[in-house]
């Protein structure tokens, strides 16, 4: 976490300033390389898992947005096929009715043409 790194590199820093103290110039040239060194190592050891972190994140995103696509395609198969069902039910029904109706016309048709005949024929 970042308060414990905080930590950790302020307690290095201060046995760098403590070992120091009362050296040479080489040895703090020395001293100074070798912190500069662990500080980049530090970043690069970082730098790395924050990657793999992200890697990790987007290997996770990539499966769940495919298994969301996936989802949504068959929803649109499961919608295009009811859609069907439901227009091919009203298109049967409405061929029922009127196969039904279709005597009861030709009845009526026939009735008015009887009653235009008897009329007709008085």
């Not at 298109?91 to 009127?98: E, G, N, P, Q």
């Amino acid at each position: 976490s970042e308060p414990d790194v905080q930590v950790a590199a302020n307690e290095y820093v201060q046995r760098h300033i403590d070992r120091t103290q009362n050296a040479s110039i080489a040895e703090i040239k020395v001293s100074l390389a070798d912190l500069v060194k662990s500080v980049d190592r530090n970043a690069r050891e970082h730098r790395r898992k924050i990657d793999e972190s992200f890697d990790r994140f987007d290997a996770k995103f990539q499966h769940y947005e495919s298994r969301a696509d996936a989802r949504a395609e068959a929803l649109r198969d499961d919608f295009s096929t009811l859609f069907y069902w439901v227009i091919g039910t009203v298109i049967a029904l409405m061929l029922v009715i009127i196969g039904s109706l279709y005597p009861l016309a030709q009845n009526t048709v026939k009735h008015r043409r009887s009653d235009d005949d008897e009329s007709g024929g008085e």
